[in-house]
């Protein structure tokens, strides 16, 4: 393991074959310590897959992926305590509370002070009135934001989302994006983030990763892939590379 | 050597307590089962005493094997069914990702299933003491060696059921309440060994619980302890248990290569 390494995640023609797909063929990145990157892509481009051997949950065929400096899945528990993950496919134990769920993921993680963790957050993420209610009973809406609690109970280094407003209405998504960006700002975290909503792409991240076919399309901010592809919007970007247009539009 | 984390093992616990306590259905589960398999031996035993045959002189035969089948089916039961509670939940990733080590959870595992046959076998050994006067418990030391390696034995199996689970999904779900049944007619849980034709024998002489069912007929029919028996059953019980751990860590790692930890459906 790399005592100070220079990124927070690097993938090194990193390839994930499933029965001989290429699920992920062959991409590199290198995420700065303290950066918010977007993954985007089309359902089946690999951004699953990807953050799956980034969470060691899913062994490369061939590659490497390192987070913190600990290579995935190997060095997994040198690192597993610094990161965490919420995503609306997988869920927590319906028939927990949702202060149980909590309390036990808190302990799984090795939280300090358990109690004062799980009311801060609370707090902060306005569970507060259904702590004590079974998980399975919330909405949609409510299950995303206590997702998003068990994420950040550990206040992880390195945190990785899929989809983390999908569900909510646009007032609540609207604050949970501003709870990520405090998050981000006072903890100097590392996020990564596969979304398809392009405006929470646009405000929260400095850097965007299109995949397709489990190849990276493209990689830039924001703003130089708007200038580039002469769009307006990171849905237009978005339609040009799903759609095979990216070269004509880039050119 | 990866360390073993008190913490990480007792919040798993928890996990499975908190699931086990919220519902009474589930609660009754464990001990409808086992209890009606008892009252039926039980009686169909106080019947074929009645005849005057060989059971009749071996009192506590038939309900004592049925107890000490139910520690072994109700444990590996216990083991694996507490698993499959994080696939049905879809909480398998979550667990997977986060520091918990695969000992530690194995362990929480064990923890669960020994409280889970507790609250399953506890109150039948109590109602087989009052309908039919079999004191389970008098058999004293010799029920806690037995009980040892029974439990050792349903673990052993739970972890290669667990980890077919892991690698298959719940496509294998069906194996969590069939897989033990295969020992049944093995393990000579209600007959003697000699009444097994001869190649099977030795199939039968290489399974742990083969031993301990011996064992209690011994004890019970004839009120000789077999240290002799118990002993080589724990020698067998160890391989097992080493055999399945390492096919279960390979599953698991099979499961990682294949991407199934992220989707654990079938």
Redesign the interface.
């Known amino acids: 393991m790399d005592a100070s390494p220079a990124s927070a995640i690097k993938a090194e023609n990193l390839v994930k074959l499933y029965k001989g797909t290429r699920a992920v063929d062959g991409i590199s990145f290198n995420l700065a310590l303290g950066s918010i990157t977007a993954l985007l892509g089309g359902n089946g481009a690999g951004k699953t897959t990807t953050i799956a051997m980034i969470l060691g949950l899913v062994t490369p065929t061939a590659g490497r992926v390192s987070v913190l400096g600990a290579e995935m899945p190997r060095q997994r528990y040198q690192v597993l305590a610094r990161m965490n993950f919420e995503s609306p496919y997988v869920d927590l134990p319906t028939r927990l509370t949702v202060r149980q769920n909590l309390s036990v993921f808190a302990e799984l993680y090795g939280v300090a002070d358990v109690a004062a963790r799980i009311a801060e957050l609370a707090t902060a993420l306005d569970l507060t009135d259904f702590l004590d209610k079974w998980t399975g009973r919330l909405s949609s809406g409510q299950k995303t934001r206590v997702s998003l609690a068990k994420a950040l109970l550990n206040r992880p280094d390195v945190l990785l989302l899929d989809e983390p407003t999908a569900s909510l209405d646009p007032d609540t998504a609207d604050w949970v994006r501003g709870h990520l960006e405090n998050y981000r700002r006072s903890t100097g975290a590392t996020i990564l983030l596969a979304s398809h909503n392009m405006n929470e792409v646009e405000r929260l991240c400095e850097r965007v990763i299109i995949m397709k076919k489990g190849r990276i399309e493209d990689d830039d901010t924001p703003q130089r892939l708007l200038a580039r592809y002469g769009r307006e919007t990171l849905e237009e970007v978005f339609l040009d590379v799903a759609r095979g247009r990216q070269r004509e539009a880039a050119q | 050597m ?1 360390p073993i ?1 008190p ?2 093992v ?3 616990v ?2 499975y307590w ?2 086990l306590r ?2 009474w259905p589930r609660l009754l589960d464990l001990i409808y089962w086992p209890m009606l398999q008892m009252l039926m031996w039980g009686f169909l035993q106080s019947y074929v005493a009645q005849t005057g045959g060989m059971l009749a002189r071996a009192g506590g035969v038939l309900i004592g094997a049925v107890l000490l089948w139910d520690v072994l089916f109700r444990g590996q039961l216990g083991f694996s069914f507490t698993f499959i ?2 696939m049905y ?3 398998l ?9 695969p000992i530690e959870l194995v362990i929480a595992l064990m923890t669960v299933s020994i409280i889970r046959l507790a609250i399953s076998i506890i109150p039948v050994t109590l109602v087989a003491m009052w309908f039919f006067g079999f004191n389970l418990w008098s058999l004293g030391i010799a029920l806690a060696v037995f009980f040892a390696n029974l439990i050792l034995t349903s673990w052993s199996i739970g972890l290669f059921v667990n980890g077919l689970l892991l690698r298959n999904g719940l496509g294998a779900e069906g194996l969590v309440w069939t897989f033990m049944f295969l020992l049944l007619p093995l393990t000579c849980v209600y007959y003697p060994v000699s009444v097994l034709p001869h190649w099977l024998q030795y199939v039968a002489w290489a399974l742990p619980p083969t031993y301990v069912f011996e064992g209690m007929r011994a004890l019970i029919s004839d009120h000789v302890f077999r240290a002799d028996l118990m002993l080589q059953a724990f020698v067998f019980n160890v391989a097992l248990f080493a055999a399945a751990s390492l096919l279960f860590v390979w599953l698991l ?1 099979s499961a ?4 199934k ?3 654990s459906t079938e």
């Open positions: 990866m984390s913490h990480r007792a919040a798993m928890r996990r908190y699931l919220s519902s509670e994080e939940a879809r909480n990733a979550n667990i997977m990702m986060s520091p918990l080590r790692e990682r290569a294949h991407g930890l992220l989707q």
